[in-house]
């Protein structure tokens, strides 16, 4: 009987599928070996050491100065509890701040969200044909917050602002200073609000824009051939189905808008009559005007609770995860 016939070498047979054997495991310096998890770590590790660095430790260093009096030019930090809380949730210029926030910032957000979903649904119906306007569309995100802000500064203030002259020449005022957009304390909070809107209204747009571009084409012509078009299809099909676009762009931007500062800062520096200051102004100035960080810490803790529980109410009421839409 002949011997059977000699195989491949074994360096020449195919390696048969399967999980990939241990010798194939990245190798650290030195020559060890690392497991899955180990890699995956090594990986992190940059962006762990990062957070660590600038967001963590700030935020550590944040809360504990809340607990001090702080006197920066003196060098001294005296312990008083809950002090600088009682104190700022006692004042009514930090009431007036957190009301001035809350208003400015639901302002800005619903007329962002109703404007760049109008924009978004606009660019979903033209298709391709609004690639030109989409990218023209989206140039004042592109705009450095500082730069915006005078620039509508020139645009509104009084005496020489653009706004008023354009106004008077078309009719609808008598006067260019008939209207006091940044110097009238009851519209001065509504004036501050439109580079803001004008800023970021894009943003909004391309977040819906890319959720309407991945909806189930097959289930929104489903709907139209049941004779379900126009608003119930856009509210009882398109924006259920929205949820989560809808809840991460109304919680981005509604911290955003909430921590508003430099557009703010340009135009009015918070007045007039502190009309304009908000929350982000209120404590930049009780830091760095008045000189009490131990106070501004407290305000700044008090913020960042008042924002957590709005994101979180956010998302258990709008995206609702979990939960059949």
């Known amino acids: 009987m002949a011997p059977p016939a000699a195989g491949p070498p074994e ?18 310096r030195g020559g060890a070996r690392l497991s899955d998890n180990g890699y995956a770590l090594a990986l992190m590790a940059p962006a762990a050491v990062f957070l660590t660095v600038f967001v963590a430790w700030p935020v550590i260093r944040l809360i504990v100065d809340s607990f001090f009096d702080v006197d920066a030019l003196a060098g001294t930090r005296a312990f008083v509890g809950v002090g600088n809380y009682a104190k ?5 210029d930090f009431l007036a701040a957190a009301a001035r926030t809350l208003v400015y910032t639901v302002l800005v957000v619903t007329a962002e969200f109703v404007l760049g979903l109008a924009t978004a649904l606009l660019f979903n119906a033209l298709g391709e044909r609004s690639r030109i306007f989409r990218t023209i569309f989206l140039y004042p995100l592109m705009i450095a917050p500082v730069v915006a802000g005078l620039l509508w500064r020139f645009l509104l203030i009084d005496n020489f602002g653009i706004v008023g002259a354009v106004l008077t020449q078309l009719g609808i005022l008598d006067d260019p200073n008939q209207i ?7 519209i001065v909070l509504f004036s501050v609000a439109i580079p803001d809107i004008w800023l970021t209204t894009s943003f909004m747009t391309l ?6 571009q991945n909806l189930p084409g097959d289930l929104i012509e489903a709907a139209r051939l049941d004779g379900i078009g126009g608003w119930r299809l856009l509210t009882r099909i398109m924006l259920p189905l929205l949820r989560p676009v809808i809840a991460v762009a109304l919680i981005v931007r509604g911290v955003d808008a909430a921590k508003a500062f430099d557009v703010i800062l340009i135009q009015t520096n918070g007045g007039p009559e502190q009309a304009s200051t908000t929350l982000s102004l209120l404590i930049y100035q009780t830091m760095v005007r008045f000189g009490e960080p131990g106070l501004a810490s407290a305000m700044s803790v008090l913020y960042m609770i008042v924002m957590l ?3 979180v109410v ?5 995206w609702r995860p ?3 839409t």
């Open 11 to 28: 360096r020449d047979r195919p390696t048969p599928p399967g999980p990939t054997p241990a010798s194939a495991a990245p190798v650290a």
């Open 88 to 92: 700022a949730l006692g004042s009514p």
């Open 180 to 186: 006091g957009w940044l110097s009238n304390p009851d």
């Open 207 to 212: 977040v819906l824009f890319a959720g309407l």
């Open 309 to 311: 529980v709005v994101a």
């Open 314 to 318: 956010a998302i258990a009421t709008i």
């Open 322 to 324: 979990g939960k059949e």
